[in-house]
C-alpha cells in the first residue's frame, strides 16, 4: 500500500517517547529533558510524547520536569490496539522510543508501525521470545524501508554487551580469551524493588518458553561463533565467588540470548555492519574495532553478599518457575506479586527514594590463554584471567533511562554510521561507537580490576 510507504517529507519530530505515562516511561521523559530542552532559544533537536491517556501524561511531564513548570513538550495520543494511530504517530518522528510493555503482549504492533512507516524504533525489552520473533518477522523489510529496529536498549542489555566488548578487547594477542562469566550484583541503603512489569515479563516469559524453544528450532542454522578452547566445565548450581566476595546461581535473563545473537551476526560480518553512508575513515575505524572484539562462552549469574540471600533468589525462582506453566499460577503470582517474590516486586513500584538509594555492579571474569598458539593441545587449561566491571545507579528506572536516551542520541547524530535497517540487538549496532563514553560521562563506568595467570 502507498500508504504504507515511507514519507519523503521531514518529520517534525527527531524523537517521541512512547509510553511516556508509565513508570518508566516518566524517567525517560526526565533523562530526555536533560539532553533536549525545549527552552533552549535554539533547540538542535525536538520531541514529543505519547500513549494512551492524555492526562496521564500530563502527569508525568509535570513529573519530570520538577522543580521547575512543565515543559512546552507536545503531548500526542496512539493505542497498540490501534494500528492506524501508531502509523501516524511514526510519521511524525525520525526516531520512536518504546516504553509499553509486557512486549510480548503490546511490542509487536508498535514494531510494526515503525517498519512501514521507516522510521526507526528502540525499546527497553527484556524478553527474547519477543525479540528474537520480531526478527524473523520484521527484519527483511526494516532493511528494505530502512528502519533500524534495536531492541534491549536499556539494562538488558547494554551493560552486558558492551561489558563483554571492554573484557574482550583487553585479551592482547597473543592472549585470546575463552570465556566470560558476569556476576550482576544489586544493592540498596533501603529495599531493592522493581517494577511489576519486568516481574509480570518474566512469568509470562515461564509460560511462553515453549514458544521461545519452537521458534528457534524452526529459524535455518547461522554460523557460530569460533571460540578456542573447549567450552569452560559447568560449575556448582551455587557458587561461591570467593574474589568478587559473593554467593550466585545463574541468572535467566535476556543478557546472554541478545549477546549470542550479536556474536552469530559478528561470525557473519566479522567487521561489523557497515553504515548506510560511511565515511572511509569510520569504515576504518569501524573495522579495527570489531578487529579487537573476540568471541566468548558468555553466561550470566546474579550474586549476593550471603548465601542466604542466594537461597532467597532460589525460592523466587522456583515460584515463578513451577506456578508460571499454569493459568492459575499465573493469576497468583500476579494478582500477589510481592507475596512470591519475597518482596522484590510490587505493583506500585519503588519509591523515589528507594530508586535513588539502588545501585549496581556487574563483574565480567574472563578467563582463557595466555598464549594462543596452545589452545588446541590436548588437556590445556585456561591459565590466565582479566576480570572487569561495570558499575552504576538503579538499574530500570535510572540506568536503563540513561542508556536509552544515549543510544537514542547516538542514531539522532550518527544515523549514517549506522545500517540503513534491520532488526538488530544493541552490541551490533552501538559496539563501535561512543556509547562506551557517553555511558561512563552519565555515571555507568568501566574499570579493569585484576589481571592475573591462573594456578596450573
Request: aromatic share 8%; glycine share 8%.
Amino acid at each position: 500500500m502507498a500508504d504504507d510507504q515511507p514519507s519523503s517529507q521531514p518529520s517534525p519530530f527527531d524523537l517521541i517517547i512512547f509510553g511516556a505515562s508509565g513508570f518508566t516511561g516518566k524517567y525517560v521523559i526526565r533523562e530526555t529533558l536533560k539532553f533536549i530542552n525545549p527552552q533552549n532559544p535554539s533547540p538542535s533537536l525536538s520531541f514529543a510524547i505519547a500513549g494512551r491517556d492524555h492526562h496521564k501524561l500530563s502527569e508525568s511531564l509535570s513529573w519530570a520536569s520538577q522543580p521547575n513548570p512543565p515543559s512546552p513538550i507536545p503531548i500526542l495520543t496512539a493505542d497498540t490496539s490501534d494500528p492506524d494511530s501508531l502509523r501516524h504517530l511514526c510519521r511524525q518522528t525520525r526516531l520512536l522510543l518504546n516504553c509499553v510493555g509486557p512486549f510480548r503482549l503490546h511490542g509487536e504492533p508498535v514494531v510494526r508501525a515503525c517498519v512501514e512507516v521507516g522510521c526507526d524504533y528502540l525499546d527497553i525489552c527484556g524478553e527474547p521470545e519477543f525479540m528474537e520473533r520480531v526478527e524473523v518477522q520484521y527484519h527483511e523489510q526494516a532493511v528494505s524501508q530502512g528502519s533500524l529496529v534495536v531492541s534491549a536498549c536499556g539494562f538488558d542489555s547494554v551493560p552486558a554487551e558492551l561489558g563483554l566488548m571492554f573484557n574482550s578487547r583487553r585479551w592482547v594477542p597473543p592472549m585470546v580469551v575463552n570465556s566470560v562469566e558476569a556476576y550482576l550484583c544489586l544493592e540498596s541503603q533501603k529495599r531493592i524493588v522493581g517494577n511489576f512489569a519486568t516481574y509480570e515479563s518474566a512469568v509470562l516469559g515461564i509460560a511462553n518458553a515453549q514458544v521461545l524453544r519452537e521458534l528457534r528450532r524452526s529459524r535455518p542454522k547461522r554460523p557460530r561463533p569460533q571460540i578456542p578452547g573447549p567450552p569452560p566445565p559447568k560449575g556448582p548450581t551455587v557458587e561461591h565467588q570467593k574474589e568478587l566476595g559473593l554467593w550466585a546461581v545463574r541468572l535467566p535473563s535476556a543478557d546472554s540470548a541478545v549477546v549470542r545473537r550479536t556474536l552469530t551476526t559478528l561470525a557473519e560480518n566479522p567487521c561489523g555492519l557497515p553504515g548506510m553512508n560511511e565515511s572511509p575513515d569510520q569504515i576504518s575505524k569501524r573495522e579495527a574495532f570489531w578487529s579487537t572484539v573476540k568471541p566468548a562462552h558468555f553466561g550470566v549469574k546474579i550474586g549476593t553478599k550471603s548465601l542466604l540471600g542466594t537461597l532467597r533468589i532460589i525460592t523466587v525462582g522456583v515460584f515463578i518457575g513451577l506456578l508460571g506453566s499454569c493459568s492459575f499460577g499465573r493469576w497468583l503470582l500476579l494478582k500477589f506479586p510481592e507475596v512470591f517474590s519475597l518482596g522484590w516486586f510490587r505493583k506500585k513500584g519503588p519509591t523515589e527514594e528507594e530508586v535513588e538509594s539502588a545501585t549496581f555492579k556487574m563483574w565480567f571474569v574472563g578467563q582463557g590463554f595466555s598464549d594462543s598458539s596452545t589452545t588446541s593441545l590436548a588437556n590445556k587449561k585456561r591459565d590466565y584471567e582479566i576480570i572487569t566491571r561495570v558499575m552504576g545507579p538503579e538499574i530500570g528506572y535510572i540506568t536503563t533511562p540513561i542508556i536509552l536516551v544515549q543510544c537514542a542520541l547516538i542514531i539522532l547524530s550518527q544515523r549514517g554510521n549506522l545500517p540503513k535497517g534491520g532488526v538488530f540487538p544493541p552490541g551490533i549496532v552501538f559496539g563501535p561507537t561512543d556509547l562506551q563514553e557517553r555511558l561512563q560521562q552519565n555515571g555507568i563506568s568501566f574499570d579493569v580490576i585484576s589481571k592475573r595467570a591462573l594456578a596450573s
